[in-house]
T-cell receptor
């Protein structure tokens, strides 16, 4: 069973549209990270959220951590073709020894010109 | 900025052979993690080391072993390789824990192909 459920699995949109990716769990996380991964490469860290209700912005990307620290979302405004890629959420649970990460299955985003 | 270094980037082995993957963490990072990512799968945690001691163990087969050395680099040793071991193997490192943040920075990975 997957500790983190990520949705949607695939997302195909036109340039300029907005989108939201969701990451949900029944478990509480001490921190949650969002990564972007290109084929055959390692995940690149985008952001870390640690406080319930926290919102972080990275240019056109907005990340939110749920109040109960069980869920998170990634919102992209005015998507660009350069946003195309695999987005992964990953969380460290309470009591996890030195931060083993549990990953969602990822959202493959394709932005068309 | 310095990143996590992994070597080799690509490795082809035959069944029942052994393989050694190396990881050099970001300078001053004290924790190293190993993950395995199969085709179309999310990364799965294998094992981690903090200050040269094993700190956590995940779904790592008994045929695999790992260690962290005095210079903080880590090696993942894989024996009696099976076809199912073909995957991307990532190493990640994290700095000394600050609060509850467990930021992990991933290397480019080693693609292991077992034939």
């Amino acid at each position: 069973t997957q500790l983190l459920e990520q949705s949607p699995q695939f997302l195909s949109i036109q340039e300029g549209e907005n989108l939201t990716v969701y990451c949900n769990s029944s478990s509480v996380f001490s921190s949650l990270q969002w990564y972007r991964q290109e084929p055959g490469e390692g995940p690149v860290l985008l952001v870390t959220v640690v406080t319930g209700g926290e919102v972080k912005k990275l240019k056109r990307l907005t990340f939110q951590f749920g109040d109960a620290r069980k869920d998170s979302s990634l919102h992209i405004t005015a998507a660009q073709t350069g946003d195309t890629g695999l987005y992964l959420c990953a969380g460290a649970t309470r009591g996890s020894t030195l931060g083993r990460l549990y990953f969602g299955r990822g959202t493959q985003l394709t932005v068309w010109p | 900025a310095a990143g996590v270094i992994q070597s080799p980037r690509h490795l082809i082995k035959e069944k029942r052979e052994t393989a050694t993957l190396k990881c050099y963490p970001i300078p001053r990072h004290d924790t190293v993690y190993w993950y395995q990512q199969g085709p179309g799968q999310d990364p799965q945690f294998l094992i981690s080391f903090y200050e040269k001691m094993q700190s956590d163990k995940g779904s790592i087969p008994d045929r695999f072993s790992a260690q962290q050395f005095s210079d903080y680099h880590s090696e993942l040793n894989m024996s009696s390789l099976e076809l199912g071991d073909s995957a991307l193997y990532f190493c990640a490192s994290s700095p000394p824990v600050s609060g509850v943040s467990y930021e992990q920075y991933f290397g480019p990975g080693t693609r292991l192909t077992v034939t």
